[in-house]
């Protein structure tokens, strides 16, 4: 994952491209969303699974992951203390979660990078 963050560090100007505070406000209402389910649905319901297409959507914005890519950003969420805290905020089960349903989403969605 740093690997390819550092190559698309490289390649768009640290990211000069992405409107940071849109990205900011659309994962803040994606995880309003996902924290308001997350007590009556599974990781793998396709309605969870259309929100985290969307988180997907929102990560590509700064660059297409590879699968790997992505398990790790869930990885990330969930050992780094400050990225946990901050997804847990929203719900205290939200990086398990998220975790789950972005694993499931690399094994079933399209549109990784290779």
């Not at 409107?19 to 994606?30: A, I």
């Not at 203390?81 to 690399?106: C, D, Q, T, W």
Request: with cysteine; proline share 4%.
């Amino acid at each position: 994952m740093a690997r390819e963050q550092a190559r698309s560090l490289s390649e768009t100007n640290d990211w000069e491209h992405v409107d940071r505070g849109q990205v900011h406000q659309d994962w803040d209402l994606l995880y309003k969303e996902i924290a308001a389910r997350l007590d009556d649905s599974r990781p793998g319901d396709p309605h969870i699974q259309d929100l985290v297409r969307r988180h997907f959507e929102i990560a590509c914005r700064f660059y297409t992951p590879t699968k790997e890519a992505y398990l790790g950003m869930a990885l990330l969420y969930a050992e780094d203390a400050p990225m946990r805290e901050f997804h847990n905020s929203y719900h205290p089960g939200m990086v398990e979660f998220l975790g789950e349903a972005m694993k499931i989403h690399a094994e079933q969605g399209t549109g990784f990078s290779s």
